[in-house]
């Protein structure tokens, strides 16, 4: 008993030490929430405005743009996905992944191409693993991106739009990212970015809903100009509150995760004292019990000695 009463004793030190790693992962997770929010909240103006302003300009004018075009037979699309660098983040990633692969397969249901464009090693690795083809991914910066990160994941994005299908370019292109709902709710969504979505009204689509349309105007030196001007931009800004919105999503799943992982150290914790006080309440009873026939034992041989 006295060795099953160290096992149970080295099981505790283990799961406490476990405990107080995930216990600091949660609560560095839970800081930084608030700060992917602000950052959220601040980047989503500028880019639903950007968005009307490339709808007034598309509404306006009878231009021909790879921003507001669609092409007759889209022959190839270009999926952007967002995952983490990091895991312990309960199912954030895999979940991305597959709103990806559900996408894909519906593209190519419709006759078209795809190029997967990756952010996150966990994307990376599990298209390596898989031997699946990546047109290019970027690294090392899903928890906290900046706009520099943005533009750098934007450019090749923006070149294969302005090509043509036979020089390698794309017709469309899609992002698969975690919208970040609330600390509780956060779901994978994928979004066309381009062509810009337009209804029947010329309103746009966006993650707010319809934008309004602003009134029309006279553009100089041209509509076609002005677009050529917004198409990074808009790209851009798409593309960078898609990475805070993950960025988020990931702390909020992560801290989940990590909480859970406390929680359920915690109860294992109580259950392997359990077992050891079980142990050790065994561990003396038995020894009371070789005491106890020990003097008997004793007592029974003095007694016959006596005769």
Known sequence: MGAQLRVYKRRIKSVTATKKITKAMEMISASRIVKAQRKVAASTPYATELTRAVTAVATGSNTKHPLTTEAESPARSAVLLITSDRGLAGGYSSNAIKAAARLTERLRAEGKEVDTFIVGRKGVAYYGFRELKVADSWTGFTDNPSYANAKAVAAPLIEAIE???????????????????????????????????????????????????????????????????????????????ALLQAAASEHASRRKAMKSATDNAGDLINTYTRLANAARQADITQEISEIVGGASALADATAGSDY
């Open 163 to 241: 090509k043509d299908t036979a020089e390698g370019g794309v017709d469309e292109l899609h992002i698969v990212f975690t919208e970040f709902v609330s600390m509780l709710t956060q779901t994978p969504v994928d979004n066309r970015l381009l062509p810009l979505s337009l209804d029947g009204n010329g309103e746009a689509e966006t993650e707010g809903g319809k934008s309004e349309i602003l009134p029309l105007f006279d553009f100089e030196p041209s509509a076609e100009d002005v677009l050529d001007a917004l198409l990074p931009r808009y790209v851009e800004s798409r593309i960078y509150n």
